[in-house]
């Protein structure tokens, strides 16, 4: 999927860096700015933007407010939303878990559009965008700042815009053989302790119940097995 960014009249150029960071971390170079403040290669916004100074910063687009909305599907950040559909500039709303969900059946580039760091998007430009998305925060403080907010969003649609991570493959479950070989051992555990007999059927349910929400991976069973046959080696002798 196709996704771009656009900032909107940012009134700090190490907001707009601090983005086209996070968009460099989350697999997005596209990066559109509506009025953006003055960002010198030398200054503030080249200065937080990371490596995506190289790219995203000096091929960023300056666009106006119109280009975005007539050529994209448009998702725009707020931190207060209307509760109801009486008012419905502001509503309804997805936060960017659901949008991240939202977004896989829309035939379209997306646009996320984030507003300036005090008042954020008016009304009138709420108006005419396709969705709302906002953050759920503290009910006593909603408001985060521009480049925390944009970050937050770019994480969430990690899956639509990331092929690959650095972090390895955490699903090494056991193979179900040897997990129940490690529920044969735990029986004989049991024994070997003379645990009561009539309580030893509800122990291995109990057990069964706890390794199968672990999903352990198969060094963790060889270990727990490991450990049962050493006890009862030690209960032999």
């Given at each position: 999927?196709?996704?771009?960014?656009?900032?909107?009249?940012?009134?700090?150029?190490?907001n707009v860096?601090?983005?086209?960071?996070?968009?460099?971390?989350?697999?997005?170079?596209?990066?559109?700015?509506?009025?953006?403040?003055?960002?010198?290669?030398?200054?503030?916004?080249?200065?937080?933007?990371?490596?995506a100074r190289d790219d995203i910063m000096p091929s960023a687009d300056v666009v106006t407010f119109e280009e975005?909305?007539?050529?994209?599907?448009?998702?725009?950040?707020?931190?207060?939303?209307?509760?109801?559909?009486t008012k419905h500039v502001?509503?309804?709303?997805?936060?960017?878990?659901?949008?991240?969900?939202?977004?896989?059946?829309?035939?379209?580039?997306?646009?996320?559009?984030?507003?300036?760091?005090?008042?954020?998007?008016?009304n009138e430009e709420l108006a005419e965008v396709d969705q709302i998305c906002s953050i759920p925060a503290s009910e006593d403080y909603p408001v985060l700042n521009l480049g925390q907010a944009a970050t937050i969003v770019l994480y969430e649609l990690r899956a639509l815009t990331v092929e690959e991570t650095q972090l390895p493959d955490?699903?090494?479950?056991?193979?179900?053989?040897?997990i129940e070989g490690l529920h044969d051992q735990f029986e004989g555990f049991l024994a070997a302790i003379d645990h009561p007999e009539e309580k030893r059927a509800k122990a291995g349910r109990l057990f069964r119940r706890v390794i199968g929400r672990a999903h352990p991976t198969g060094r963790e069973v060889r270990t727990l097995r490991g450990l049962f046959r050493r006890v009862e080696q030690k209960l032999e002798d």
């Open positions: 999927m196709n996704v771009s960014v656009a900032v909107v009249d940012a009134q700090t150029p190490g860096g601090t983005i086209a960071r996070a968009m460099k971390n989350f697999g997005l170079s596209d990066l559109k700015l509506v009025d953006p403040p003055e960002l010198d290669p030398d200054g503030e916004a080249y200065g937080y933007a990371g490596q975005i909305v007539n050529n994209y599907h448009t998702v725009a950040t707020t931190a207060i939303t209307n509760e109801d559909a502001r509503y309804p709303f997805v936060t960017p878990r659901e949008l991240a969900d939202e977004l896989q059946g829309i035939d379209s580039d997306v646009c996320l559009v984030f507003g300036r760091e005090d008042v954020g998007l008016s955490i699903t090494d479950r056991a193979d179900q053989p040897a």
